[in-house]
């Protein structure tokens, strides 16, 4: 049959508009609509700061809601299955810190294999942990803490955001290489552990920067040292662990992940977005002003650290015999 050349057109014009519908759908900008980032431990603690900080960031940059969902509890698990099991459409995100590393080894059996169940999409910035005592401690050095902890065995509590955190492996480390024994205490995050030092119900902690310098500057918290190999531009009178302690070195980090399988364009653009927040001047006069430095970089080599740190405190928590709850 042959049809009339404008009827033939009119037809031709309408196959193209319905051919090119699921196209159009397709290339709608991500996001659409709000995206969840899930923080496995409770308000207030460095996990939660770093979120808030980076989901202020990508709700202005993309137009869409990054909304910051606090899933506290088993050591981060109960945060990382609701992520591992959600869609890998980039709506759901994860906070990623060391715990999901030492996880790896403090657990014996995990449902999922962190490092192959989600994507890494990139990091935001290392921070020191500050080894902060209650005022009420005696020890105003690391080597008066040590001789103070030699002549009490297990009477010190040392606080922790949880078992298998950067808190509590830092602590472990110290204690196995200052030779002393404290009796740790974990918290379902920063926020009740530093509650109870502030009341003295605890007496040490080794806690990342942000969530506990502001305790530190206004002279709530005594400050001994901070864990890294140099000492912190955020509180540059305050000796490291190192110079007492020789070998001594911990830090922590923070990034982004996904479900795995999550397109490819939504890690990109993701990782595109940190990766700009990173330079922006006032975010990293922001970072520096919590005692951190930006981590920069691919999502392959925010990758690399994950698997890099898993390796480091595995050995760590063999050697501690550190088990969960």
Do not use: C
């Not at 319905?18 to 409770?42: C, D, H, N, S, W």
């Not at 969902?69 to 995100?93: C, H, M």
């Not at 005592?133 to 949880?162: C, D, H, L, Q, T």
């Not at 942000?210 to 709530?220: D, F, Q």
């Amino acid at each position: 049959m042959n049809l009339p050349r404008r009827q033939f057109l009119h037809l031709a014009a309408d196959a193209a508009v319905l051919t090119a519908i699921p196209r159009v759908a397709r290339a709608q900008p991500y996001p659409t609509r709000p995206v969840r980032l899930v923080v496995g431990f409770a308000a207030g603690g460095s996990t939660d700061i770093t979120a808030r900080l980076v989901g202020q960031w990508l709700s202005e940059r993309l137009g869409q809601q990054f909304v910051i969902e606090n899933r506290p509890g088993a050591g981060t698990n109960i945060a990382t299955e609701v992520v591992v099991k959600a869609a890998a459409d980039g709506y759901t995100l994860i906070m990623i810190s060391p715990s999901h590393a030492i996880n790896e080894t403090l657990y014996e059996k995990l449902n999922y294999n962190f490092i192959r169940d989600i994507a890494p999409i990139g990091g935001i910035m290392r921070v020191p942990l500050a080894m902060a005592v209650n005022p009420s401690v005696p020890a105003k050095s690391v080597p008066e803490f040590i001789a103070y902890a030699k002549a009490n065995p297990r009477k010190i509590n040392m606080a922790s955001a949880g078992i298998g955190t950067s808190d509590h492996v830092a602590g472990e480390l110290f204690k196995m290489m200052a030779g002393i024994d404290m009796l740790h205490v974990p918290y379902r995050g920063a926020g009740p552990a530093l509650a109870d030092l502030l009341g003295g119900q605890v007496q040490v902690i080794f806690e990342p920067l942000p969530s506990i310098i502001e305790y530190i500057r206004t002279g709530k918290l005594r400050a001994l040292a901070v864990t890294t190999a140099a000492r912190s531009a955020a509180l540059p009178g305050v000796s490291t662990v190192g110079d007492f302690v020789q070998g001594y070195e911990a830090s922590s980090w923070f990034g982004v992940g996904a479900p795995k399988n999550t397109p490819t364009e939504i890690v990109e653009r993701l990782n595109l977005e940190i990766n700009a927040a990173l330079s922006d001047p006032k975010m990293k006069m922001r970072l520096s002003d919590l005692g951190g430095r930006g981590l920069p970089g691919s999502s392959s080599d925010f990758g690399r650290l994950i698997a890099s740190e898993t390796e480091k405190w595995g050995k760590v928590i063999k050697f501690s015999g550190a088990k969960p709850e």
